[in-house]
């Protein structure tokens, strides 16, 4: 399958819910009722493989009724028959004129005018095996609230290699974030791409309130008009919840650890010398053991502040041994992609 890169490496929408319209149908087919001491429901739901629409009304004793209107759906499916992409709001506006065809179609005709979003994930794809930044993306999500990973079995007969992360989830009550390997599902498009994606979804009207910190609504037409609110929403949690809070775990704990463990280090070796002890060699192993190195330039500016005299010979050993961990540069890479756009 040939598929457009620009429409895969951007930010952009997965699927979304919403709410506030007006149906009507003249059809029985996806009708049922329910009757109880306390009301009666009558609820229409029609579910396709990319949309869902769900329109419940509830006539209770008392004589209080109540509504509640759902419509799901994935642009990109409605448009493509994948997830790969991420929509914008030409493929938006493309896909509902689509959606709203096939309905009328069914004798289901829907009117979007007032509609208003109630959830909403957006996305990013990273041209980027998830292996490959894994440790910078574990610096942001380990401040996450609720932060857990999901790992695979990869059946490698090393019980070290025998599993692999490749999803990392958190949340903020109703705002979750998602990082993970989206590189197999895109195999399934024979589409030889590696690829990670970071997502966000904003659940139960959580939208409405950073697009109201924004100076817009969570109308769908807000969107629409002003396709900018969704990369502004996406760029700012990730700064502020993920890239802020990572680099403040970096210098206060990540930092702090790897410097107390050299000095402890160090100090038993002088011990050890001073009671004649043969010195311990592999401060640099001791760290990777004990603490998180993460980068190697960390190794670089211990040996700058506590064993100049040894700097040059130190820093070659650091270089040759442990310049793969080179997570900075890999954060930063992620970064510059995101708030390029």
């Known amino acids: 399958m040939n598929l457009d890169t620009s429409k895969i490496f951007r930010i952009g929408i997965d699927w979304l819910t919403l709410y506030n319209f007006e149906i009507s149908y003249n059809s029985n087919l996806y009708i049922t009722?329910?009757?109880?001491?306390?009301?009666?429901?009558?609820?229409?739901?029609?579910?396709?493989?990319?949309?869902?629409?769900?329109?419940?009304?509830?006539l209770y004793t008392s004589g209080k009724e109540t509504y509640f209107k759902n419509l799901r759906f994935n642009p990109n499916k409605i448009l493509s028959g994948h997830n790969v992409y991420n929509s914008r709001e030409v493929e938006l506006k493309a896909a509902l004129l689509i959606l709203v065809r096939e309905l009328s179609e069914k004798g289901i005709d829907i009117k979007l005018t007032e509609a208003k979003i109630k959830d909403i994930e957006i996305n990013?794809?990273?041209?980027?095996?998830?292996?490959d930044v894994e440790e910078a993306l574990k610096l942001l999500f380990i401040s996450v609230p609720h932060f857990k990973k999901i790992s695979?079995?990869?059946r490698n007969k090393s019980y070290r290699l025998m599993f692999k992360d490749e999803t990392l989830l958190g949340n903020y009550g109703s705002t979750l974030v998602t990082a993970y390997d989206k590189t197999e599902e895109s195999k399934k498009l024979d589409l030889e791409l590696d690829i990670t994606r970071l997502e966000w979804k904003f659940l139960n009207r959580t939208f409405s309130y950073y697009a109201n910190k924004k100076g817009k609504d969570n109308g769908l037409n807000s969107i629409l008009d002003s396709f900018e609110l969704i990369d502004g929403i996406f760029i700012e949690n990730t700064k502020k919840k993920l890239l802020e809070e990572g680099i403040r775990h970096l210098e206060s704990v990540v930092k702090i650890n790897l410097e107390k463990e050299f000095l402890t280090f160090k100090k038993s070796n002088k011990f050890?010398?001073?009671?004649?002890?043969?010195?311990?060699?592999?401060?640099?192993?001791?760290?990777?053991?004990?603490?998180?190195?993460?980068?190697?330039?960390?190794?670089?500016e211990l040996?700058?502040?506590?064993?100049?005299?040894?700097?040059?010979?130190?820093?070659?050993?650091?270089?040759?041994?442990?310049?793969?961990?080179?997570?900075?540069?890999?954060?930063?890479y992620l970064m510059e992609f995101i708030f390029n756009h």
Do not use: M
């Open 303 to 332: 040996v700058d502040k506590y064993d100049k005299p040894h700097k040059t010979r130190e820093t070659k050993t650091i270089l040759k041994n442990y310049s793969n961990h080179n997570n900075l540069e890999k954060l930063n």
């Open 272 to 300: 050890g010398k001073e009671l004649g002890k043969k010195e311990k060699r592999g401060v640099y192993r001791h760290l990777e053991e004990s603490c998180w190195i993460f980068d190697y330039t960390l190794l670089i």
């Open 124 to 131: 990013l794809n990273f041209n980027k095996a998830f292996l």
């Open 152 to 154: 695979r079995c990869t």
């Open 33 to 58: 009722e329910q009757v109880t001491e306390e009301f009666y429901q009558e609820k229409f739901y029609l579910e396709e493989p990319s949309y869902t629409l769900d329109s419940t009304t509830r």
